[in-house]
Structure formats: C-alpha cells, structure tokens
C-alpha cells in the first residue's frame, strides 16, 4: 500500500536518501529542508508526489506551520521522521553556552515540537507512526559529544515515554539507532574551541579522529552503508508491528549490546545494596 511520509532535513544524507528510495518505490514524501533548491531535481522527476516545506527544526512557530500546511495539502501522513540533527564536538566546559541551547534545540526541542505538532492529525485519522532517528549514542557515550548524547538519550525517552501514552490511539513509534555512517555528519559538526589541557585526554583524541576525517579504523570506522541503512530503516517502518529500537549496523549493534550487558552486570552486582533502600 502506498504510503505518505513526512521527513525532517531532506538536503543531505539519510533524510535525502530516505525521500530519494520512498519517491523511487511510488510513495508521497513532505520533504522538509532549511535550503532552497537541494531537492528540485527530484520535483523534477516525481511532481506532486513530493511536497517541499522550508522548515528550520528550532522554530517552534515554523514546526506548526510546516505540519498543518502538508497534513492540509496531503490528507493524510502516514509516517513522520523527525531526521533533522547534528553533531557538536568538545569537552563539556569547552562548548558555548550558544552551541549548546543549538544542540538541544535541533536535535531535542526541535523532534519533540514536531510530534507535538503531528500527534492531534494523527489522533484524528486514528493512526500513524513516528520514526525517531536518534543514534548509537541515544544508548552509549564517548568523549567529547557530551551534548549530542544529551540530546539523543533524551529524545529516547520522549518516545519511549509517548509510545505508551499514544498507543490507545493507534499510533506508534520506532527509534532508529544508526552507527557512523557515511553522510555529511562529519563535516556539518560542530567544533567547540579547544582548552590545551584536554589536548592529552580522550577528548583529544577523538578530537584528532574527527579533525583528521579518518574514519578508516578505531571506534568511529565507518561500517554501514548508507543505502543499506536506508533499506532496513524502510523495512522497519513498513513493518506491521515495528520494534520500539532498532541498531543499524554491526557498529550499533556491538556497542549498544556491550553498554547493555555492563549495565545489566552493574544493577545486578549492587542488587543486594539497592534493595536495601526498600521501606
Ligand atoms: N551519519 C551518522 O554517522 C549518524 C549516526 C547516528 C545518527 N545519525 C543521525 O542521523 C540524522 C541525519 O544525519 P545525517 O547523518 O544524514 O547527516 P547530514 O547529512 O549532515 O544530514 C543532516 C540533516 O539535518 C539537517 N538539519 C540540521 N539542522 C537542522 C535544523 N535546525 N533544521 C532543519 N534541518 C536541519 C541538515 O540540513 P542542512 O543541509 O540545512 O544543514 C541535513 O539535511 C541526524 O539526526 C544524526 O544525528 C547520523
């Protein structure tokens, strides 16, 4: 069956490649994008089975225009991926106070004023489906991206806390956890002004990783491949029943299940502790 999704930062990388293989396939995409002109060569090709709205994730009044404009003009949607986000890189005391209130409005604010946005048209037609892309480090953490982990483990338990509360209405949700994968993260992350004395610290390297653009081995090798990603995140959300989580890649999937498996040891080993605190 013929599906109409609404995508968040189609210019670029997983959001363009999702909208460029859901056009292809005969799908109707509300593609949304902060530039003028990334998509018109498939307006081009695919007409009206490509609704574009300029949309900036972080303009709260702009999230609620875009939405009822595409609902107006398209019916019905049935799926909505909040894609739109960025990496900031630094030590936390190295970051803005500016680079961080960006971080939290794009990748946070922005995915949660874009459920809210979606979720009273989604009620009325008594379905529809929110695809989270959040990240491997919506479940792990490395040096340096304090505030996008921040972000992405926040953004999971918004939908994990609203999968429960929007069930009763036939809606439901699927967060999507990719590992590095090749798009233009790497180059559109934000760098905070480096202090010296984390030079010799694991903030520096990883510094020196990203800085470098050397994906070739270590933590960050790029191991998935985008248009695969692609795919499976599509099988995903075709799904009838989707899974609440979905790691994409062998990197996702060996980190999330290691932090996991610490995490589980860690709760199990303070067991007798923890209980102790009963009444
Ligand atoms: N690539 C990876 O390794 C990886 C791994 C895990 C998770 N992810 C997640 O995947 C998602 C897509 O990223 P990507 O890898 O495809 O990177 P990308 O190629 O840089 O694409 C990011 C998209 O987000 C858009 N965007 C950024 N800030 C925005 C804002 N304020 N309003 C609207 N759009 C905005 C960008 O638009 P502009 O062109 O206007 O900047 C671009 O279209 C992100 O949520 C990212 O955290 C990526």
Redesign the pocket.
């Known amino acids: 069956m013929k599906k109409t999704w609404f995508i968040?930062?189609?210019?670029?990388?997983?959001?363009r490649l999702l909208t460029e293989k859901l056009l292809a396939r005969g799908d109707t995409v509300a593609a949304t994008?902060?530039?003028h002109g990334s998509l018109d060569d498939l307006k081009a090709q695919y007409g009206d089975r490509l609704w574009i709205g300029l949309?900036?994730?972080?303009d709260t009044k702009q999230v609620h225009e875009v939405v009822n404009a595409a609902f107006a003009d398209l019916g019905r949607i049935d799926v909505l991926v909040n894609?739109?986000?960025?990496?900031l890189f630094g030590a936390a005391e190295e970051l803005s106070d500016t680079q961080i209130e960006r971080q939290i409005a794009?990748?946070l604010t922005?995915s949660i004023q874009l459920v809210r946005a979606a979720l009273p048209y989604f009620r009325a037609q008594q379905g529809g489906r929110i695809v989270q892309?959040s990240?491997?480090?919506g479940q792990t953490a490395y040096p340096g991206f304090s505030l996008y982990h921040a972000t992405k483990w926040s953004i999971e338990g918004f939908i994990e806390s609203i999968a429960q509360e929007v069930a009763a209405f036939g809606i439901d949700c699927l967060i999507m956890e990719?590992?590095?994968?090749e798009?233009?993260?790497a180059v559109?992350l934000d760098l905070a002004q480096p202090l010296a004395c984390y030079e010799d610290t694991s903030v520096g390297e990883v510094r020196r990783v990203f800085t470098s653009g050397d994906f070739s081995s270590g933590t960050f090798t790029i191991k998935s491949d985008l248009a695969r990603t692609v795919d499976a995140m599509i099988a995903a959300a075709d799904a009838e029943q989707p899974p609440l989580r979905l790691a994409l890649g062998s990197s996702a999937y060996t980190s999330i299940s290691q932090v996991l498996t610490e995490r589980l040891r860690v709760l199990e080993q303070q067991k007798s502790l923890t209980l102790s605190a009963d009444r």
């Open positions: 968040t930062g189609t210019s670029t990388g997983l959001g994008l902060r530039k949309l900036d994730v972080t894609n739109a986000g960025y990496g794009t990748n922005g892309i990240s491997e480090g990719p590992g590095p994968t798009t233009n993260f559109g």
